[in-house]
């Protein structure tokens, strides 16, 4: 079996390397030699011999050649999924809802800034959220009481749980609001830098939280995560004052891969600078 992995135009590529299809032993060519069976490793004159003669003895091992094929396959392997994900963002358009996919790696202070903006658009916005996890409803449960209606989405099941929320969990996951009772969609991806950016669920945009704990080369190191979103939240800056962290870097690194990017720096702890974030929130989708 081959590799897959997708373009930024949503093809796949496969690259297959079948050594095995080559693969014979010695006793397969049952080689009819006669009195000449062992002449590669007896007869010290082979060399001396007449290439004609040589030839004769040896027989013909042209059909025999091997070496490595490149097998190159494109198919849309996703095309299930982004179906899925064009019928959810249809069914959110239907009832007037914008939907954020809004990803991270673990630890980033996503679930915190989630509460944060919970917490002041409550009264005024009417939010859903789909809370994605691998296990438990702890986050879930962390975002209760602010106003919003929540469905829990864990990945759990199979082999170690899912690492990204991909149409089909999510179209379950929407069965659990009342779309026509919202305004806005918050989907919480599980935290990866990897798999979430490479699946569609129905979002109008993406956005990423990002700790400045995690170093400045990330986006250098997983392109496609910061290049598929809209804006880059860039939390902790209250850790600023203690760790080396060069900002200027890391704008650079991100401008190499996605210079369109808004960055919105804030400590989700704090408040700080979550007011930015805010605005970008309620920017319309296109915007």
Request: charged share 25%; with cysteine.
């Amino acid at each position: 079996m081959g590799r897959f992995h997708r373009h930024d135009d949503g093809t796949v590529h496969s690259h297959e390397h079948d050594e095995g299809a080559h693969e014979h032993t010695h006793d397969e060519h049952d080689h009819a030699h006669g009195d000449h069976d062992h002449v590669h490793e007896h007869d010290a004159h082979a060399a001396d011999r007449d290439p004609a003669e040589l030839a004769e003895l040896i027989g013909d091992h042209s059909g025999y050649v091997t070496g490595r094929e490149r097998i190159e396959i494109l198919e849309d392997i996703y095309a299930e999924n982004d179906r899925l994900a064009a019928a959810n963002r249809a069914a959110l358009d239907a009832a007037g809802v914008q939907a954020i996919n809004l990803m991270s790696s673990p630890g980033s202070g996503k679930t915190t800034l989630l509460a944060r903006t919970l917490a002041a658009l409550q009264g005024s916005v009417r939010v859903g959220v789909v809370e994605g996890d691998i296990e438990t409803p702890l986050d879930a449960e962390r975002l209760s009481g602010l106003g919003a209606q929540i469905s829990l989405l864990n990945t759990g099941n199979g082999f170690g749980g899912e690492c990204h929320l991909d149409a089909p969990m999510v179209a379950r996951a929407l069965r659990g609001l009342d779309l026509q009772t919202l305004d806005l969609l918050l989907i919480e991806n599980v935290g990866n830098l990897v798999c979430p950016a490479e699946f569609e669920v129905g979002e109008h945009r993406k956005a990423m939280v990002y700790s400045i704990t995690e170093g400045e080369d990330k986006p250098l190191k997983y392109p496609v995560m910061f290049r598929s979103v809209g804006a880059v939240v860039v939390n902790k800056m209250d850790l600023a004052p203690y760790l080396d962290f060069d900002m200027d870097l890391f704008r650079a690194n991100l401008a190499a891969v996605n210079p369109h990017a808004t960055v919105i720096e804030l400590s989700a702890r704090t408040g700080d600078g979550v007011a930015a974030w805010l605005d970008w929130v309620a920017q319309p989708a296109g915007a």
